[in-house]
């Protein structure tokens, strides 16, 4: 028994080594469970939140409120045959939304990549233009352009053709899905562009040869090959359309139809005097939660096996541009309107409503009651100086946030030494935001943070969380593929030399990566300034900002006051996004 020795607490006098005991920490995996368990919180947390208020909710009744489960919410909406209809009207609007984008960008795409168009580069920034442009902004234009009775384009094809009436109206179901298709086209030229600039160009020579013009070749060799681009591409725009709220809740009332992700909205907001039945809009959120995780288990389907169709191999690839001949002249016509009617028709129309107290026919009698009233009035407002502050915390804090996070999981999936399944899990779970639809994550964390004691409801840090949970995946997504080009060889020769992991990070991968961190910050800050289909479920009067003061403006009938804040807010996105893609540039320059 004396040979036994009771350890004994440091003290002055006894030097740590020397302790009987020692503390084994095991710091990677202490970092890996970390990162891991704050993703899981921000991914997690509203999934589960909203299949237990699926069950557990009910009219006037918040979930948590009650204990039990009750499937009556599920009865009401599957037998309530406005249902089908909603769900009709979101599947009509989605493929009608998704078919409109990918002809335009197809023909755009190809236009620009694959054939000698003048003007190629203008073309090129121009499409990418109502990128800068948030979805009600857009809307609000469209309605002064098409609208039945006042609409630009309407009145311009009455004086014309001599019609009584207007050939388009914005306010119906294909007027809502255009409306959304032309805005979904430059981010979906974007993703497909590049699959039409890397095509090996033999294969469509070896067409010419044969005696096959421009477009029989484009259509039996070009859209063939690229068909795992093109699907990959219309299935993760149908997820888009189907959760996108701005634009169907902009002209889905005056329309008459409601679409899933706007009956959530109203549903959970209604009038005065009515009771929001959250129970009902649980499983509204299910359902559309249901649709985009079949599409999105559609999408993963398709693109793993893309590389099958490869064209760009080491077999002398030379990429190379077609002569358009007698088509040259219509084709470039072609882009020119489009770019006209999907840019400066909408941004034009917009500086001139902001310039009238209501909406009035353009012409020189008219040009004479110009007024910058609306703007005096709007930055005038006693409120306007902490929307705008707001705004700018939001964008800012959302946009390290989640560049933070993100950067951390990409980091961890391809460079970590954990196990394969433990990465590929932590992988897998930074990609399910992208199956969620924003109203859905909005709705869950107001479902949740509403009965929590964190204090986090109505203020701007949920909003940060919201915007957070909505863009990992794209920013997990950037920074996996950034890492993957990056060789582990870097990193073992500054272990080597002593240096301690952070400070590797901090001297080799961080300014490595500066330009795709950049990017993504700028991608994030970019959309969470105009991001109002989560925020609009989470914000209080103490958290307004800029995309949520402009809801209120277009509700309450100011759409003068409106396209005010939605001139201001393209300004400032233009600048941050052409500001940052030349930081970007000159970042890429000196580390290339």
């Known amino acids: 028994m004396e040979n036994l ?22 710091w990677n995996a202490i970092f890996f469970y970390s990162v891991f368990i704050a993703t899981a919180y921000f991914v997690l947390v509203p999934l589960v939140t ?91 234009s469209w309605t002064q352009l098409l609208d039945p009775t006042i609409g630009l384009i309407n009145l311009g094809f009455q004086g014309l053709f001599g019609f009584e009436k207007g050939p388009f109206n914005v306010y119906t179901l294909p007027g809502m899905f255009f409306i959304q298709g032309i805005h979904m086209v430059p981010t979906s030229f974007l ?32 859209l063939p090959i690229l068909r795992p681009a093109i699907l990959a591409a219309i299935i993760y725009f149908l997820i888009v359309a189907i959760e996108t709220f701005e634009i169907p809740g902009t002209l889905g009332l005056t329309a008459r139809k409601p679409l899933l992700s706007t009956q959530i909205y109203y549903a959970s907001s209604p009038i005065a005097g009515q009771m929001p039945d959250y129970g009902f809009v649980s499983v509204l959120g299910a359902i559309l939660l249901i649709f985009a995780l079949i599409l999105i288990t559609i999408y993963q389907k398709l693109t793993r096996n893309s590389e099958r169709f490869a064209t760009v191999t080491g077999k002398g690839y030379r990429p190379k541009r077609m002569d358009l001949g007698k ?10 309107v489009f770019v006209i009617m999907s840019v400066f028709l909408p941004f034009i129309v917009l500086i001139w409503t902001s310039l009238h107290p209501y909406y009035v026919k353009p012409s020189l009698e008219t040009l004479k009651s110009v007024s910058f009233a609306a703007y005096v009035e709007v930055f ?18 959302a946009g390290i946030a989640t560049a933070v996070l993100g950067m951390l999981i990409g980091w961890l999936v391809v460079k970590s030494s954990f196990g394969t399944k433990a990465r590929q899990a932590l992988n897998t779970l930074s990609f399910v935001p992208q199956a969620v639809p924003a109203i859905v994550t909005g709705l869950a964390l107001m479902f949740f943070y509403i009965r929590m004691p964190f204090g986090l ?26 890492q993957m080009q990056i060789s582990k060889e870097l990193e073992e020769a500054s272990v080597v030399c002593g240096a301690s992991l952070p400070r590797t990070m901090r001297k080799i991968l961080i300014p490595l990566m500066g330009p795709v961190i950049l990017n993504t910050f700028l991608w994030v800050a970019v959309h969470a300034m105009r991001e109002l289909s989560v925020v609009i479920m989470l914000y209080s009067p103490k958290s307004l900002v800029i995309s949520t003061k402009i809801w209120s403006y277009w509700e309450g009938g100011w759409t003068a006051k409106a396209s005010v804040l939605g001139v201001f807010l393209i300004i400032i996105l233009s600048i941050l996004v052409f500001g940052g893609q030349m930081l970007v540039n000159r970042l890429s320059k000196k580390y290339v």
Do not use: H
Not at 5 to 26: D, E, Q, S
Not at 193 to 198: C, D, E, I, L, S
């Open 50 to 140: 909203l299949v237990y208020s699926s069950f557990n909710a009910g009219k006037g009744r918040l979930p948590f409120e009650e204990a039990g489960f009750t499937f009556d919410n599920y009865i009401k909406v599957f037998t309530d045959p406005v249902t089908f209809t909603i769900v009709g009207n979101t599947v009509v609007f989605a493929i009608g939304a998704i078919s409109t984008a990918m002809i335009f960008a197809i023909f755009l795409a190809w236009t620009l990549e694959r054939s000698n168009i003048p003007g190629r580069m203008v073309l090129y920034g121009l499409i990418l233009v109502p990128m800068a442009i948030p979805n009600v902004i857009y809307a609000i």
């Open 191 to 222: 993703m497909i562009a590049a699959t039409f600039k890397t095509l090996d160009p033999s294969l469509e020579e070896q067409s010419a040869i044969c005696g096959k013009n421009v477009f029989t070749t484009t259509r039996r060799i070009t």
């Open 380 to 397: 005038n407002e006693p409120k306007m100086g902490e929307i705008i502050g707001n705004t700018l915390i939001l964008t800012i804090g």
């Open 327 to 336: 088509w040259k002249i219509p084709v470039t016509i072609g882009v020119w």
């Open 5 to 26: 020795k009771t350890p004994v607490a440091p003290g002055p006098n006894i030097p740590r080594n020397k302790l009987p005991f020692k503390f084994n920490w095991n």
């Open 457 to 482: 409801y109505g203020t701007l840090w949920l909003l940060i969380i919201g915007v957070m949970t909505r863009y990992l995946a794209f920013t997990s997504r950037s920074y996996i593929s950034a």
